[in-house]
Nanobody, 123 residues
Protein backbone atom coordinates (compact mmCIF):
# COMPACT_ATOMS: atom_id res chain seq x y z
CA UNK A 1 0.00 0.00 0.00
CA UNK A 2 1.30 3.44 -0.92
CA UNK A 3 1.63 6.17 1.66
CA UNK A 4 2.38 9.79 0.89
CA UNK A 5 3.98 12.16 3.40
CA UNK A 6 4.39 15.85 2.70
CA UNK A 7 6.95 18.14 4.28
CA UNK A 8 8.48 21.57 3.80
CA UNK A 9 5.61 23.83 4.75
CA UNK A 10 5.96 26.75 7.10
CA UNK A 11 5.47 30.45 7.71
CA UNK A 12 7.07 32.77 5.18
CA UNK A 13 6.71 36.35 4.03
CA UNK A 14 5.27 37.51 0.74
CA UNK A 15 7.85 37.18 -2.01
CA UNK A 16 9.66 34.30 -0.35
CA UNK A 17 10.11 30.78 -1.70
CA UNK A 18 9.44 27.32 -0.32
CA UNK A 19 9.99 23.81 -1.62
CA UNK A 20 7.53 21.16 -0.62
CA UNK A 21 8.37 17.47 -0.74
CA UNK A 22 6.15 14.41 -0.91
CA UNK A 23 7.80 11.14 0.03
CA UNK A 24 6.13 8.00 -1.27
CA UNK A 25 6.45 4.54 0.17
CA UNK A 26 6.25 1.44 -1.99
CA UNK A 27 7.80 0.50 -5.30
CA UNK A 28 5.21 1.84 -7.72
CA UNK A 29 5.82 5.57 -7.40
CA UNK A 30 7.46 5.84 -10.82
CA UNK A 31 4.49 4.19 -12.51
CA UNK A 32 1.99 6.94 -11.75
CA UNK A 33 1.36 10.56 -12.47
CA UNK A 34 1.24 12.73 -9.36
CA UNK A 35 -0.29 16.01 -8.37
CA UNK A 36 -0.42 18.79 -5.81
CA UNK A 37 -3.61 20.30 -4.47
CA UNK A 38 -4.25 22.95 -1.85
CA UNK A 39 -7.05 23.97 0.45
CA UNK A 40 -7.19 27.49 1.80
CA UNK A 41 -9.11 28.29 4.99
CA UNK A 42 -12.82 28.28 4.30
CA UNK A 43 -12.40 27.23 0.68
CA UNK A 44 -12.68 24.09 -1.40
CA UNK A 45 -9.59 22.09 -2.24
CA UNK A 46 -8.19 23.12 -5.60
CA UNK A 47 -5.75 21.79 -8.15
CA UNK A 48 -2.26 23.24 -8.18
CA UNK A 49 -0.02 21.16 -10.45
CA UNK A 50 0.41 17.72 -11.95
CA UNK A 51 3.28 15.75 -13.47
CA UNK A 52 3.29 12.57 -15.50
CA UNK A 53 5.12 9.40 -14.50
CA UNK A 54 8.37 10.28 -16.24
CA UNK A 55 8.41 13.96 -15.35
CA UNK A 56 8.19 14.93 -18.98
CA UNK A 57 4.73 16.44 -18.85
CA UNK A 58 3.49 19.03 -16.40
CA UNK A 59 0.27 21.00 -15.96
CA UNK A 60 -0.43 24.00 -13.74
CA UNK A 61 -3.33 25.98 -12.44
CA UNK A 62 -3.38 29.47 -13.92
CA UNK A 63 -2.99 30.99 -10.46
CA UNK A 64 0.48 29.42 -9.99
CA UNK A 65 1.77 29.20 -13.55
CA UNK A 66 5.17 30.84 -13.84
CA UNK A 67 5.71 30.83 -10.06
CA UNK A 68 5.46 27.16 -9.07
CA UNK A 69 7.36 24.21 -10.52
CA UNK A 70 6.44 20.58 -10.01
CA UNK A 71 9.12 17.92 -10.37
CA UNK A 72 9.88 14.39 -9.27
CA UNK A 73 12.83 12.14 -8.53
CA UNK A 74 11.72 8.58 -9.18
CA UNK A 75 14.97 7.18 -7.79
CA UNK A 76 14.10 8.80 -4.45
CA UNK A 77 10.35 8.18 -4.64
CA UNK A 78 9.83 11.88 -4.06
CA UNK A 79 7.63 14.57 -5.57
CA UNK A 80 8.46 18.26 -5.24
CA UNK A 81 6.75 21.60 -5.54
CA UNK A 82 9.02 24.62 -5.79
CA UNK A 83 7.03 27.73 -4.92
CA UNK A 84 8.44 31.16 -5.70
CA UNK A 85 7.08 34.68 -5.31
CA UNK A 86 4.61 33.54 -2.70
CA UNK A 87 1.64 35.73 -1.87
CA UNK A 88 -0.86 35.62 1.00
CA UNK A 89 -3.32 34.05 -1.47
CA UNK A 90 -1.08 30.97 -1.54
CA UNK A 91 -1.78 30.30 2.13
CA UNK A 92 -3.25 26.80 2.34
CA UNK A 93 -2.69 23.20 3.28
CA UNK A 94 -0.88 21.55 0.39
CA UNK A 95 -1.42 17.87 -0.33
CA UNK A 96 0.15 15.52 -2.80
CA UNK A 97 -1.79 12.74 -4.46
CA UNK A 98 -1.34 9.84 -6.84
CA UNK A 99 -3.27 10.05 -10.10
CA UNK A 100 -4.75 6.99 -11.76
CA UNK A 101 -6.98 8.79 -14.23
CA UNK A 102 -6.32 10.95 -17.26
CA UNK A 103 -7.64 14.33 -16.14
CA UNK A 104 -4.97 16.12 -14.10
CA UNK A 105 -7.28 18.70 -12.50
CA UNK A 106 -10.11 16.44 -11.43
CA UNK A 107 -9.76 15.29 -7.83
CA UNK A 108 -11.67 12.07 -8.47
CA UNK A 109 -8.79 10.97 -10.72
CA UNK A 110 -6.53 10.72 -7.67
CA UNK A 111 -6.74 7.72 -5.38
CA UNK A 112 -4.05 8.14 -2.70
CA UNK A 113 -3.62 11.36 -0.72
CA UNK A 114 -1.16 12.62 1.82
CA UNK A 115 -2.16 14.42 5.03
CA UNK A 116 -0.88 17.75 3.83
CA UNK A 117 1.60 20.39 4.92
CA UNK A 118 0.57 23.90 5.90
CA UNK A 119 1.93 26.94 4.12
CA UNK A 120 1.26 30.37 5.56
CA UNK A 121 2.34 33.49 3.71
CA UNK A 122 2.26 36.75 5.62
CA UNK A 123 1.96 40.13 3.93
Amino acid sequence: QVHLVESGGGLVQAGDSLRLSCAASGRTFSSYAMGWFRQAPGKEREFVASINWSGGGTYYADSVKGRFTISRDNAKNTLYLQMNSLTPEDTAVYSCARRRGSNPIRQSEYDVWGQGTRVTVSS
